[in-house]
């Protein structure tokens, strides 16, 4: 089979239904070996690279399965680095399949020749080029495994055409896939122990506590959870513009949305004002925290141990696990 079957059939095991993308003269391998699994995998056609790349973020941020998009070489890559390098910073799982020009033309001069393994590295946390069909399952299976675990983020293959029109053997391949990383976060862990103790120790001997709430609790749909800790603890509750939908507008605790940037002035007002912030799933930049002016009117805060620093949307952990725990442990210490 060749190495563009072996590519498409790697993206089926791995629940990939829609690949978004732009045709050129590089990646014609890939449509043909696409079309042979219509009714499995389907592409949809963009305007330009750029609107490809920002369907898979929206595909990633709305069904937590990796957006997976390709483009040709050349101008397709550059055209390819805005919604990267968003998907990126907002944790996202995001491939991008750029297929490049074939090994042979490298440093020849070829028109579209660009060093896009290179060009991707400070924005993805993983770029690497293909060198051996035989390797295409090994690097799908890491790229799928990097996007959804830890941090999820974007991934970029640079996929040389001739690496797609190889003949490979199935003998000496492995096509299967790591049923964990379909989704994200892969691999979820919890914090290190006594850390969720002294998060409750702390929100309980404050006097005005705070929970913001950023995209991260939405990405691991762990709003019901932060709801019944605040329910549970009486605190009140903001959000950031991507932690919205975290608890009802209407919700007694619900304070509204902080930040510089469709703010409500009163949420505002409330962050300045606690003792005590607990962020989860926010990495505390600099809309959150207008410029990080609010933080100095606070006398403690802390970037919650339940998810790692880094991220206002996808958390490094899972935040409904941790979440649950704490509430669980609340429970059983007012039950004792």
Request: proline fraction near 7%; glycine fraction near 10%.
């Amino acid at each position: 089979m060749r190495g563009a079957d072996i590519l498409v059939e790697m993206l089926i095991g791995y629940g990939v239904e829609v690949i978004f993308g732009v045709p050129g003269d590089t990646n014609v391998p890939f449509y043909e070996a696409l079309q042979q699994n219509e009714g499995k995998i389907r592409h949809v056609m963009a305007r330009d690279e750029r609107s490809a790349g920002y369907m898979a973020d929206a595909y990633g941020r709305f069904t937590r399965k990796p957006g997976v998009f390709e483009c040709p070489s050349g101008a397709g890559a550059m055209y390819s680095l805005p919604p990267v390098a968003e998907s990126n910073s907002s944790s996202v799982p995001v491939i991008l399949l750029t297929i490049d020009i074939p090994l042979p033309g490298e440093g020849r001069g070829v028109l579209t020749e660009l060093d896009c393994a290179r060009l991707f590295e400070p924005i993805t946390k993983m770029s690497v080029q293909v060198k051996s069909p035989e390797k295409l399952p090994e690097i799908i299976r890491r790229a799928f495994r990097v996007a959804c675990s830890g941090k999820p983020g974007a991934v970029h293959l640079q996929i040389p055409e001739d690496m797609l029109l190889a003949e490979v053997d199935p003998a000496r391949v492995s096509l299967h896939v790591e049923a964990e990383c379909k989704q994200f976060p892969a691999y979820p862990t919890l914090p290190a122990p006594g850390k969720l103790e002294a998060v409750l120790n702390l929100l309980t001997s404050s006097k005005r506590p705070l929970i913001v709430s950023g995209g991260g609790v939405n990405r691991s749909c762990a709003g019901p959870e932060v709801t019944a800790l605040a329910e549970k603890l009486n605190i009140p509750v903001c959000s950031t513009m991507t932690g919205q939908g975290t608890m009802p507008d209407d919700h007694r605790l619900a304070v509204g949305v902080i930040g510089d940037n469709g703010f409500h002035p009163h949420a505002n007002w409330a962050l300045e004002h606690a003792d005590f912030v607990l962020f989860v799933g926010s990495r505390m930049g600099s809309v959150v925290t207008i410029g990080w002016r609010t933080l100095r009117k606070i006398r403690r805060s802390l970037c919650s141990s339940i998810q790692s620093h880094g991220s206002d949307c996808a958390s490094r952990k899972d935040c409904r696990r941790p979440l649950s725990r704490s509430d669980r442990r609340r429970c059983n210490d007012e039950k004792g």
